[in-house]
């Protein structure tokens, strides 16, 4: 169900609309990344101009030449179809947050029970942006989200625009998969 | 069977009496005898969050721990040992039960030099409490206060900024009368109490045991404290299973005054649990491990500048 399947290593990101995974996978993708946005006709949902209607693809080749692939996903429901195809296979997940949209906690919730299935090595972490905004609830109300689903998984405050927040996430989802792979209890 | 006695304290009249009748029910289901005591000979002290600041602190420098009772509308503080007024008989029990785990996995008891932890002991008292109204404060060497209250810390920018860098050595917190500046900034308690415990002594902080096992039951957000790679190696590693201080610096490969003010700073932020005092997290979903995986990782972990 997971881990290196014909050579792939994905990296999935996913969120609801505007928590910023194409610009995530912009920060960190070498190349230009594939994105797939259309004009945004949805403007009560969130204001921005454009948003992802198929997935963005991102990839960073490493020493050897093998490739991670970064995948991101469509965050409007309507494209739900889009996050398993996207999230079999994952090595891990990424969950970008927006504190400061309404009903941040209970996407995270929304997003958490649609890509759990997916994650092994418990390879799942939560990256939240605007934490600083008034009022947006802090990270420790999504970390406490996940202690009482009994979820151990890091939360942290970035915003995506910076790359170094985004490597940041990346690092920290590898460690776990090294972390599980090494000392982990066997199934 | 270890007999072991208990002294509350600051208990509303109602909370105090059925932790009394509990305490009958409880005799031969706990793993310890339980005893009532005067707070002086007690081995373990059972406590209103609500209660006076001075008998916190006092009680913190023992190093014994503190079952913590809350009131319906607090919110859950960063202590290992809490529970919620109106608890059950089998809470009671659990929470008994965990603290006789620990007390039984600690008997040498090795305690570090208590010297130069004076900040972090009375913060450890004090954390439990650190949302109450009242102001405590303390100095640095350069005299700059450091006031703590209200669920936060607050000194002037420059000092805050030093605290951050780990370059901060702090006397003990005592009650003050006064308040900050109104203008001063503010960090938050639990974030405080992270970078007071990574810039704490290089041995095993006096309130953790060379013999107990410990594990994170959340992670730190490292977006707001800053992060090096080694502190999320550890991290990811206590959360995948609890460690002995010992076996984590051995498993990690990373120096022991590393890992000890990495066990000081989650503890002190409420993040440590010693293995058995809570339900082990749920273990997310396995998959099996694909031929490829290892030299995958190894590959992306050099890319990220992690150690191979
Ligand atoms: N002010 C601020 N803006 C941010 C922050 N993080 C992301 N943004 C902005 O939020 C927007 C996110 O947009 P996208 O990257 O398209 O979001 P998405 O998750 O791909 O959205 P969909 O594809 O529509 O699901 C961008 O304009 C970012 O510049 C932050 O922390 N602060
Ligand atoms: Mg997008």
Redesign the interface.
């Not at chain 1, 994650?119 to 799942?124: I, M, N, W």
């Not at chain 1, 009994?150 to 970035?158: E, K, N, R």
């Given at each position: 169900?997971?881990?290196?399947?014909a050579?792939e290593?994905k990296i999935v990101f996913t969120g609801p609309m505007g928590a910023g995974k194409t610009t995530a996978i912009a920060a960190i993708s070498e190349g230009e990344p594939v994105r797939t946005e259309v004009e945004n006709t949805d403007r009560v949902a969130h204001a921005k101009e454009s948003t992802t209607v198929g997935f963005d693809f991102g990839r960073?080749t490493?020493?050897?030449g093998?490739v991670?692939r970064l995948y991101g996903t469509p965050g409007q429901v309507r494209y739900r179809f889009m996050w398993d195809i996207l999230g079999r296979g994952a090595?891990g997940v990424i969950v970008l947050l927006d504190a400061s949209a309404p009903g941040a906690l209970v996407q995270l919730d929304v997003f958490v029970d649609a890509f759990?299935?997916h994650?092994?090595?418990?390879?799942?972490v939560v990256?939240?942006g605007r934490?600083d905004v008034p009022n947006a609830p802090s990270?420790?109300a999504f970390?406490?989200r996940l202690?009482a689903r009994?979820?151990?998984?890091?939360?942290?405050?970035?915003d995506v625009r910076r790359q170094g927040?985004v490597?940041?996430l990346?690092?920290?989802l590898?460690?776990?998969?090294?972390?599980?792979?090494a000392?982990?209890?066997p199934? | 069977m270890q007999t072991l006695k208990i002294c509350d304290v600051g208990l509303q009249p109602d909370t105090s009496h059925a932790f009394h009748s509990m305490l009958k029910i409880v005799a031969g289901r706990s793993k310890a005898a339980w005893q009532v005591a005067g707070i002086e000979h007690a081995d373990v002290l059972f406590a209103s969050s609500e209660g006076d600041g001075s008998t916190f602190a006092a009680w913190g420098a023992t190093g014994k721990p503190v079952v913590l009772v809350i009131d319906d509308r607090s919110s859950w503080p960063p202590a290992p040992f809490v529970l919620r007024h109106p608890f059950r008989v089998m809470q009671l029990l659990s929470v008994l039960d965990d603290v006789a785990d620990l007390l039984a996995a600690s008997p040498g008891r090795e305690r570090g030099d208590p010297s130069r932890w004076s900040a972090a002991e009375s913060l450890r008292a004090l954390m439990p409490q650190s949302g109450n109204a009242a102001w405590h404060v303390t100095r640095t060497p350069l005299g700059e206060e450091v006031w703590l209250g209200h669920g936060l810390v607050r000194a002037a920018a420059r000092t805050i900024a030093r605290l951050r860098a780990g370059e901060l050595e702090l006397a003990a917190f005592h009650p003050t009368g006064t308040s900050p500046p109104a203008d001063a900034p503010a960090i938050a308690a639990c974030d405080f109490a992270w970078y007071v415990g990574l810039s704490g002594p290089a041995r095993l902080a006096p309130w953790l045991f060379a013999d107990v096992a410990y594990r994170l039951r959340r992670w730190p957000d490292f977006g707001r404290l800053g992060v090096n790679t080694g502190m999320l190696e550890l991290c990811a590693m206590s959360t995948v299973r609890a460690w002995t201080p010992a076996a984590l610096v051995e498993a990690s490969g990373q120096p022991a005054a590393d890992v000890h003010r990495f066990l000081a700073a989650a503890s002190l932020a409420g993040l440590l649990v010693a293995n058995g005092s809570e339900q082990a997290p749920a273990l997310l979903a396995r998959g099996r491990v694909q031929s490829g995986w290892d030299r995958f990782l190894g590959g992306l972990r050099r890319h990220l500048g992690l150690a191979a």
């Open positions: 169900m997971s881990g290196v399947e050579g290593f960073i490493l020493a050897d093998s991670v090595a759990i299935p994650v092994a090595h418990g390879a799942l990256g939240v934490t990270t420790d970390a406490a202690d009994g979820i151990v998984a890091p939360v942290l405050s970035v927040d490597m940041m990346v690092r920290t590898v460690c776990i998969l090294g972390s599980h792979t000392h982990g209890v199934a | -």
